[in-house]
């Protein structure tokens, strides 16, 4: 008996472009962000402390090509057969010079068993130039290009110090979903100063998107960030969920979400040394086990609730 859907799910989504196995591995190709080097702003997003997902190989005295062969050694172990994504992950990656940008990603490329990229951004770095490169190597090549939204609330936006707004989101997706690109996004839920309602309403704000993925991820609080240093100060504007809370906003943020969008994930996980809080101490895949199980409770499903 096949299990009945209750979201769409990005292991399924590879599928449909890939007849093997693939894994993304996580890039620091030397960037910065237009709200770090003062051209928007200093500082940086107010949550943002990028060794949280930087794995060891993973630095930038060392080549794309090097950055790219490590990590094959580290995920390769498992299955041997496995293809790659190039995971242009830390900072900005579409904030320089069209050419140094090109020079980056067909390194990448060039790389053996590296059969597509993955391109992290902001809304405010996509010019139309870099769109027409990107849809051209699309022809030959798997190409994601996936967008921090984070909040659909300007005032949130401000507060932590993003430095775009959110139609400068809506304009970009539109932009790039347009050139046939697969268009994804990444969004924080429970920043300072949201709601549950708020949370809940951001689901019909994505939805009217045309993104093809998304990835979900519970604020944390890391040391060293600006955000931890205003939790120590007034931790009252702070609502970090507990666990099961935070499971049921999910589910209620899915039943809202448009069924055709592809969830890559629901929670991030930050080194412990690092991690303030909510420590939940699960793996992600124990984290989906038990929102797939409270859903099959609810009688949940992505877009049950969703009315555009």
Not at 85 to 101: C, K, P, R, S
Request: hydrophobic share 35%; proline share 4%.
């Amino acid at each position: 008996m096949s299990q009945p859907f209750l979201y769409n799910e990005f292991s399924a989504f590879l599928k449909k472009y890939f007849p093997y196995k693939v894994q993304k591995i996580s890039l620091n190709a030397g960037f910065t962000c237009p709200n770090r080097d003062g051209t928007k702003g200093e500082g940086g997003c107010t949550y943002c402390n990028n060794q949280t997902f930087n794995p060891d190989y993973c630095r930038t005295e060392k080549t794309i090509t090097q950055q790219l062969e490590e990590g094959k050694v580290f995920f390769a172990r498992k299955y041997p057969e496995m293809k790659f994504l190039a995971y242009f992950q830390a900072y900005t990656n579409t904030y320089g010079g069209i050419e140094d940008l090109k020079k980056k990603y067909e390194e990448a490329l060039q790389t053996r068993d590296v059969v597509g990229l993955v391109i992290g951004t902001r809304p405010d770095c996509m010019p139309d130039i870099l769109l027409d490169y990107l849809e051209e190597l699309s022809k030959s090549f798997f190409v994601l290009v996936e967008y921090g939204i984070e909040s659909t609330r300007d005032a949130t936006l401000r507060r932590i110090n993003r430095g775009h707004t959110f139609a400068e989101t809506v304009d970009v997706v539109q932009r790039t979903a347009a050139r046939g690109l697969l268009t994804g996004g990444h969004v924080i839920l429970g920043l300072p100063g949201e709601t549950r309602e708020d949370i809940i309403r951001q689901a019909s704000d994505i939805s009217a998107l045309p993104l093809t993925t998304l990835k979900i991820h519970q604020l944390q609080l890391i040391r060293g960030t600006k955000m931890a240093r205003e939790y120590e100060i007034n931790p009252e504007a702070f609502n970090l969920f507990r666990l099961d809370d935070y499971i049921d906003v999910v589910i209620d943020y899915l039943e809202h979400l448009r069924p055709d969008i592809v969830l890559e994930r629901f929670i991030s996980q930050s080194p412990k040394e690092l991690l303030i809080a909510p420590d939940w101490g699960l793996k992600n895949y124990e984290f989906t086990a038990r929102v797939q199980k409270r859903m099959r409770e609810r009688e949940a499903y992505q877009g049950k609730a969703l009315s555009l």
